[in-house]
């Protein structure tokens, strides 16, 4: 029963960043006759769940919308924030980013350029790195003010490049480049909101302006290409 709890608690999570959801009700504090998944027995004298992963999935969800976390080892897309632009998603193409128009109908290779996987931090387990879906082992990277995508070469330095720290942004989150704090132009700004026929999450825009990267508010977002992101 905890299982399951864990499981549409977290779902709850990706519904903040993903559908912008601000509340919800978990409505069986105990059993009633034959209603049987509450917190405790019908007695109220037993505690039928392990209350530590009850806490602990709930402080997961207050994180997300606190926009001090994203979910980890889930894929996810990052989505321009500009009015007017927000059908447009960052993805790589000859290893440097820009954003795209993705829709359900978008071919397969551009949903997945524009797709990656949240990881624990490169330089940093408790920041996050986004290592690509369709390129294990390349991760988006700061460079000369640049978000790229690169192999991890293994060196200190690149994993610096390649992590990224939540923080309480404009209503949700934003991403701080792990080896250069306070550098806007080398953070991942984020909005919640997803393109027609996903249900994922979708996250971000990189901060650093340009004609083909237009930069939003700070916020956070959700999903992309993969039978996992529903």
Same mark, same amino acid.
């Given at each position: 029963?905890t299982?399951?709890?864990?499981?549409?608690?977290r779902?709850?999570?990706?519904?903040?960043?993903?559908?912008?959801?601000?509340?919800?009700v978990?409505?069986?504090?105990?059993?009633?006759?034959?209603?049987?998944?509450?917190?405790?027995?019908?007695?109220?004298?037993?505690?039928?769940?392990?209350?530590?992963?009850?806490?602990?999935?709930?402080?997961?969800?207050l994180?997300?919308?606190?926009g001090?976390?994203?979910?980890?080892?889930?894929?996810?897309? %990052?989505?321009?924030?500009t009015?007017?632009?927000?059908?447009r @998603? =960052? /993805? +790589?193409?000859? $290893? *440097?980013? &820009?954003? !795209?128009?993705?829709?359900?109908?978008?071919?397969?290779?551009?949903?997945?350029?524009?797709?990656?996987?949240?990881?624990?931090?490169?330089?940093?387990?408790?920041? %996050?790195?986004?290592?690509?879906?369709?390129?294990?082992?390349? @991760? =988006? /990277? +700061?460079?000369? $003010? *640049?978000? &790229?995508? !690169?192999?991890?070469?293994?060196?200190?330095?690149?994993?610096?490049?390649?992590?990224?720290?939540?923080?309480?942004?404009?209503?949700?989150?934003?991403?701080?480049?792990?080896?250069?704090?306070?550098?806007?132009?080398?953070?991942?700004?984020? /909005?919640?909101s997803?393109?027609?026929? &996903?249900?994922?999450p979708?996250?971000?825009?990189?901060?650093?302006?340009?004609?083909?990267?237009?930069r939003?508010?700070r916020?956070?977002?959700?999903?992309?290409?993969?039978?996992r992101?529903?």
């Amino acid at each position: 029963m905890t299982n399951r709890y864990v499981e549409i608690t977290r779902e709850v999570g990706r519904f903040v960043h993903s559908r912008g959801l601000s509340a919800s009700v978990y409505t069986q504090p105990y059993d009633v006759e034959n209603e049987i998944n509450g917190f405790f027995t019908y007695d109220r004298r037993i505690m039928k769940m392990t209350e530590a992963r009850v806490r602990q999935v709930n402080q997961e969800v207050l994180a997300k919308a606190n926009g001090t976390e994203v979910g980890r080892d889930e894929l996810i897309s %990052l989505k321009v924030t500009t009015f007017g632009l927000t059908n447009r @998603y =960052l /993805r +790589h193409q000859d $290893s *440097v980013t &820009r954003t !795209d128009v993705v829709t359900n109908t978008s071919p397969d290779l551009l949903k997945q350029d524009s797709t990656f996987w949240a990881r624990p931090g490169l330089a940093n387990p408790s920041c %996050l790195s986004f290592e690509s879906r369709n390129f294990p082992g390349e @991760y =988006l /990277r +700061h460079a000369n $003010s *640049v978000i &790229r995508k !690169d192999p991890n070469d293994g060196t200190a330095a690149f994993a610096g490049n390649a992590t990224f720290c939540a923080r309480p942004g404009l209503g949700a989150t934003a991403l701080e480049s792990h080896d250069a704090p306070g550098d806007r132009s080398s953070g991942i700004s984020t /909005r919640t909101s997803t393109w027609p026929g &996903r249900a994922a999450p979708t996250r971000g825009t990189p901060r650093r302006p340009s004609p083909r990267t237009p930069r939003g508010p700070r916020r956070s977002d959700g999903g992309a290409a993969d039978s996992r992101c529903r």
